[in-house]
T-cell receptor, first 113, second 115 residues
Framework: NSKVIQTPRYLVKGQGQKAKMRCIPE?????VFWYQQNKNNEFKFLIN????????QIDMTEKRFSAECPSNSPCSLEIQSSEAGDSALYLC???????????FGSGTRLLVI | GDSVTQTEGQVTVSESKSLIINCTYS????????LFWYVRYPGEGLQLLLK?????QKGSSRGFEATYNKEATSFHLQKASVQESDSAVYYC????????????FGTGTSLLVDP
């Protein structure tokens, strides 16, 4: 069983709707990454945090996604206006330091219809 | 940018036979990237199988081995004798310090072990 908890497991949204998913990183892991895995099994890095601070994010994330990792609350990733192309598996991973082994969650599978 | 290419699609191997899943990489930095094999068993999340951060070294776990070959830019995964429980999707990946240790993944190889 993963020590990184992602909810919900499945998420179905209509185009234009907001889609929000959450991640509780492994205890003691201040570094959190979000990845998107599409239907072709391609992974795309979205954003990463150290504690509450954004370290890096891609352009898409900056424009249409919002993400945060508040202290004492789950991290979250929200798509402001879902598009069909956002249908994918969203993976959260945490690490004690950026260069250490990641622990991945089981993912949130988003379907935008 | 960085890229990882691995054996595509599904590989079917009979139980107790040997396995090799090819992986080659391209890294942007002049240093050496960290190399990983991740595995996703049916119904489970992605988990680290093995990693090697030093060129020329070999990593091993659960009977699997992979050697970091910087000349060939390869990190092939091998197992001498597979078991049905090894059926899973295997992903080769790399990370670099100058890229914030983001993982760059291959597209995965689905291994089916015939009993």
């Amino acid at each position: 069983n993963s020590k990184v908890i992602q909810t919900p497991r499945y998420l179905v949204k209509g185009q234009g709707q907001k889609a929000k998913m959450r991640c509780i990183p492994e205890k003691g892991h201040p570094v959190v990454f979000w990845y998107q895995q599409n239907k072709n099994n391609e992974f795309k890095f979205l954003i990463n945090f150290q504690n509450q601070e954004v370290l890096q994010q891609i352009d898409m994330t900056e424009k249409r996604f919002s993400a945060e990792c508040p202290s004492n609350s789950p991290c979250s990733l929200e798509i402001q206006s879902s598009e069909a192309g956002d249908s994918a598996l969203y993976l959260c991973a945490s690490s004690p330091t950026g260069d250490s082994d990641y622990t991945f969650g089981s993912g949130t599978r988003l379907l935008v219809i | 940018g960085d890229s990882v290419t691995q054996t595509e699609g599904q590989v079917t191997v009979s139980e107790s036979k040997s396995l090799i899943i090819n992986c080659t990489y391209s890294a942007t930095s002049i240093g050496y990237p960290n190399l990983f094999w991740y595995v996703r068993y049916p119904g489970e999340g992605l988990q680290l199988l093995l990693k090697v951060i030093t060129a020329g070294q070999k990593g091993s776990s659960r009977g699997f081995e992979a050697t970091y070959n910087k000349e060939a830019t390869s990190f092939h995964l091998q197992k001498a004798s597979v078991q049905e429980s090894d059926s899973a999707v295997y992903y080769c990946a790399l990370s670099e310090s100058n890229m914030g240790y983001k993982l760059t993944f291959g597209t995965g190889t689905s291994l089916l072990v015939d009993p």
